[in-house]
């Protein structure tokens, strides 16, 4: 069977960057598994994984805006250092979780002062060009409880027609 939309598939991959750093990787003996054309990994992963059967093994490079997007200087921003918990040491570098409008988001810390912090809301793999090396370990059709956990995960408001192929905010690997 070959991948295509609305099939369960499961994936071993490695994930590197342009320097050859190896930044993830799927467990030894659990692969990632996702319903094919619902948004629930990267568009140029998905993309490239199209047509290919399990047993096929690929290296797939994915450019950044089919990844995690471009790098934009626009998702600095400047927050009061208020919003941020007394105490709290605000070094660069940092990674924070809050919450938006439209669920969780991470921001890296730029820098700080006693007034304000400067905030990197831009994905951390924003602006990289991604290289995989997978193979696709099995290729079916999903089962009632796949779907049904796909379609939990989703609320109308974030995800629209998510169980059909509308896309989701779920985690991108």
């Not at 629930?40 to 290919?52: A, C, S, V, Y």
């Not at 409008?101 to 820098?111: K, L, T, Y």
């Not at 290729?139 to 609320?155: F, G, I, M, Q, Y």
Request: glycine letters at 14%; a negative charge; one cysteine or more.
């Amino acid at each position: 069977m070959k991948i295509a939309d609305q099939l369960y598939v499961s994936i071993d991959y490695a994930l590197t960057l342009d320097s050859g750093e190896e930044i993830d990787r799927s467990d030894p003996n659990q692969p990632l598994g996702f319903i094919y054309g619902v948004g629930q990994i990267i568009p140029g992963l998905e993309e490239k994984l199209t047509g290919m059967e399990a047993g096929e093994e690929a290296k797939l490079t994915i450019e950044p805006e089919n990844g995690y997007g471009e790098y934009r200087d626009e998702l600095k921003r400047n927050i009061p250092r208020a919003n941020f918990p007394e105490g709290v040491e605000l070094e660069a570098g940092a990674v924070f979780q809050g919450h938006g409008p439209h669920g969780p988001v991470s921001i890296r810390i730029v820098s700080s002062d006693d007034e304000t912090v400067v905030g990197d809301f831009n994905h951390p793999l924003a602006g990289e060009r991604l290289h995989f090396d997978v193979k696709v370990v099995e290729v079916r059709k999903p089962t009632d409880a796949e779907l049904e956990a796909l379609n939990a995960s989703c609320s109308p408001d974030a995800c629209g027609s998510c169980g059909s192929g509308g896309g989701c905010g779920g985690e991108h690997h």
